[in-house]
């Protein structure tokens, strides 16, 4: 068991003693629907802090970077083929790494503005590029997304996740 799950099992285990330690004290200072009504309250209050203290965890010793990134759309299949390669420069194995692709149309901007045709101008994708990614370890990946051939000049956005 690695440093980052025994420091998820103790947040946790300190978010459920704290929620214990407060519903005692509210079911001693109040009765009935009262008490009921602060410990639902408590009950929202200790899980939004648990998912806090996991995501805090999950920032503080694990990260990745996305190098060597390249975007080519190809009309002709109506794809757009994305490839890079994520490094784990933080200090724990990385389970999962997802790529977030955002394309934006920026085709109005080149163009004479014309009536809206009800078509998208936004596309957001999201994919597995790497698992269990060990410390210092680069791994490349090639992916494909549906790219409409109404895009013309779209602007493209892209972020990492890992967990």
């Known amino acids: 068991m690695d440093l980052v799950m025994v420091m998820k099992i103790v947040s946790i285990v300190v978010v459920v003693l704290l929620f214990l330690w407060s519903a005692h004290k509210t079911t001693k200072s109040f009765r009935g629907m009262q008490a009921f009504m602060y410990i639902i309250a408590e ?4 899980v939004a802090l648990a998912f806090a203290a996991q995501w805090s965890v999950a920032q503080a010793f694990i990260k990745v970077e996305l190098t060597r990134f390249h975007n080519t759309p190809i009309p002709s299949s109506e ?7 994520v490094k784990n420069i933080g200090s724990y194995k990385a389970s999962e790494v997802v790529l977030h692709v955002k394309v934006i149309n920026n085709a109005a901007k080149g163009m004479k503005k014309t009536k809206d045709d009800g078509r998208p101008q936004t596309l957001s994708f999201s994919t597995v590029v790497a698992r269990n990614l060990s410390k210092g370890v680069t791994k490349c990946f090639n992916k494909s997304f549906p790219y409409p051939p109404y895009f013309r000049l779209a602007h493209i ?4 996740s890992a967990n």
Request: glycine share 6%; charged share 25%; net charge positive.
């Open 157 to 160: 956005r892209r972020y990492l």
């Open 79 to 85: 794809k757009l083929a994305v490839k890079g390669c």
């Open 43 to 46: 009950v929202i209050i200790f």
